[in-house]
């Protein structure tokens, strides 16, 4: 299964979620509606002896009448049509403005808040520690590897046991909170394998899902935290009342208040029992992705031991995976493993599948023995060259003597599906229907740059340095901007910066760009407003944006507007073509046109791509496949449905190995292409293996 039915699978499973969350809200204002029918009952029969109402015509009775009960009025109440509405509006109203406000403050604050409620502290490029470092080394290896923006990393220093989660609403704004256990006890391979699984929620948009499940729960538990509020204000109340009260006042309150008591225990009740079946509800939906989530890290990694083996430790009675933090709760079903200990809630909310189930479906040979202890891991990986991000991707890394370590590859079937070969059968005039590789599009990274990309001032040094012109006169314009905008300490990083990228291809610019972007999220909104002005005037000192330029303000501000919510993530509007076809040929043209080496060579490839939709038209003018039109359909094609992005991007996979050769510009257009869609980048050092 590739990660666009993934998230068409999770689309359902939100549509699925609301239905359950109605039939929630209706259930608990019959619920309450009842209990308020009740109340009633007993209040007015307590304090109106004199009228009485027929229980079923509802119509007074004559107060000596021999045929008066007490429960007439409970049903003139429990069939009262304003009271119902009034219920409805009140408690529904409630607990759906309460699940939108938490969904929303969720969302606004990002995945700060919830990582900061499980005691999680951001982890820096650089790290303090050899551990600390493998981790960020590893993360930035499956991001890179699988085309998807870095995300924050966080560390939950408090948690001793093996644990991971994924948090955020869309990939541009994720973070990966990992423990302190896993860091201690997991080697490189199984540490690889549960940040694949991690980031297999994160390409999958099952983040989303989770923060909505978050936000239901809380509006459903809300009825149970005003019920405590109000039962406590009622004993405060009560106690001050009847100390100054004589015997009759304490009489004629004491049924009221016996009352009250009751309705609210009662109430506490009902949404006590909400939260129970919301988080039954939430333990189904959660299970059957992890399974997903395990595969999908098996094809991440290439190596199905690492996740076993982390698995395998995550059974061990010594260690397993609970966590101590309050919001782990309520987290429960983003984490790798259940945070629960062993007990009637571990078994009541199963948020994750059988752990011998999980690692049989990885390692059928495995015989349901756990460890019974697991010993610390020796890590000894200093932050050096040959161990950077830059090379450990391409599987040019050198590994301590004391792990082993697998190569992290993937290839473009594990994502976008076995569409994503060249087609043998295709035009047999084709040149060679094996990959070609634009060179510099294999070009290495210098090593360097690990020394520079350590903070935010590296980061934004880097930034600066490959968009700085070779035209003297636009460099001036430049470096007086930064004169005037920037610290002393950005512009002497530049200088070393400038040395090491200026030989650089765009494509490595694009990647270093990439690697640089999540330091840029450690600034303030107010400081980021002041970077993107700079970096927006640096592409236009020219007067005209390139190929370049664009693209990188597609792959990085794109990210970082997002995750500083100056702009918002892309919902799907689109999921029928004809809405999208002008559009889709314009973007289609311009892919052809930049690698087909005439005319005839751009029409043969723009008729591959139309193929997947059958859409039979002549290739556009090339006069018309201006830089412009391209970001204006593209920006239309973003707001299309996962499975129609799988379509579009076949099609310009078709287009672009046409010929089986890939071209700088043709790399630079599809990451501008991916970056729009959302969708993993491909990553070129893999096809050409």
Known sequence: MNFFERQDKARALSLRLTLMFILAVILTVLSVHILVATVYDVFV????????????????????????????????????????????????????????????????????????????????????????????????????????????????????????????????????CVTSGALDLLSRDELQGVVAHEFSHIVNRDMRLNMRLIGVLFGIELLSMIAVIAIRMLFSNTHVSTSSSDDNGKNSGGVAILVILLALCVLYLIGAIGVVFGNIIRAAISRQREYLADASAVQFTRNPNGIAGALKKLGSPDVGSAINASGAEQTSHMFFGSVFKSGFFQNLYKTHPPLVDRIKAIDPTFDGTFPETVVPVAVDEPFEPTTSGFQSFAGASERSAVESASTLSVDAASLYGDWARVDESADANAASRQIRIAPRLLEPIPSELDDVLVDVTGARAVFYGVLYSHEPAVRSNQTELLNRLETTEVKERLGHVLKLVEPMSDAARLLVVRIATPLIKTMTVEQYQTFRRIVVDFCSADGRLDLFEYTLQNVALRELDIYYRLSKPIEARYSDFANIAESFRNVLACLAYEGGSSVDDAQNAFAAGCEV???????????????????????QLAFTTPTLKQQILEACWKCVLWDGVVTERESALLSAVTAALGVPAPVWKEWAK
């Open 45 to 176: 029969n307590e304090t109106q002896t004199s009228v009485e109402f027929d229980a079923t015509t509802g119509e007074p009775l004559d107060p000596n009448s021999d045929s008066v009960s007490w429960g007439a009025t409970f049903i003139r109440f429990l069939c009262d049509r304003n009271l119902f509405l009034c219920n409805l509006i009140v408690v529904g109203g409630l607990i759906l403005g309460a699940s939108l406000w938490r969904f929303s403050a969720l969302s606004k604050g990002g995945p700060e808040g919830v990582v900061k409620s499980l005691g999680g502290a951001p982890l820096g490029r650089g790290g303090a520690s050899a551990r600390d470092r493998r981790l960020y080394n590893v993360v930035e290896e499956i991001a890179i590897a699988s085309g998807t923006p870095i995300p924050q990393i966080y560390v939950l220093e408090n948690e001793r046991s093996i644990n991971a989660c994924a948090v955020g609403t869309s990939p541009e704004n994720a973070a990966v």
């Open 613 to 635: 939709f059958n859409d039979n038209v002549e290739t556009p003018r090339r006069e018309n496949c201006t830089l412009a039109e391209f970001s204006r359909s593209l920006n």
